[in-house]
């Protein structure tokens, strides 16, 4: 399954919390938080692609696409992603989405949201936990 599937990191936001410093450059072990959400998600997908707004240094030079549509937030970054697969990636049917501040992503995480969605019969398949969606870890039809 994994080779129908493209990867998205998103790391687009805005900034503001931080001062301006970037989540996607904070190191927390040793690694960048980006670097531990590509190093979790690329074994789930066939290729990866990074969303950022700003001319940043990204890993192993992924793609980078900038959001769709400004101030649209995290489906901003996802459109793009869809819109890239779509284009340079023809023969993936789905992608994956994941936040930069998620080190520990599940490294089943891909694995899962499909059982889900199949088991549903559900288009799209979010994570949940204590009773709350994070639409920013899904499963996206391309």
Not at 56 to 71: C, E
Not at 81 to 87: S, V
Not at 131 to 136: D, E, F, M, P, S
Request: glycine fraction near 12%; proline fraction near 8%; include cysteine.
């Amino acid at each position: 399954m994994a080779d129908s599937v493209i990867g998205i990191v998103l790391a687009g936001g805005r900034e503001k919390r931080l001062g301006g410093r970037g989540k996607a450059h904070l190191e927390l072990g040793g690694a960048t938080l980006m670097q531990r959400v590509i190093d979790r998600l690329r074994p789930q997908c066939a290729r990866l692609i990074v969303n950022l707004n700003d001319p940043l240094p990204v890993p192993d030079g992924l793609p980078v696409v900038s959001d769709a549509v400004p101030r649209l937030g995290p489906l901003g970054g996802i459109l793009a992603g869809l819109e890239w697969t779509a284009q340079h990636a023809p023969e993936a049917t789905l992608m994956a989405s994941a936040p930069v501040d998620a080190p520990f992503l599940p490294r089943d995480l891909v694995e899962r949201l499909h059982a889900i969605r199949e088991q549903a019969g559900a288009t799209i398949a979010c994570a949940a936990s204590g009773g709350r969606q994070h639409g920013v870890y899904a499963l996206w039809p391309v």
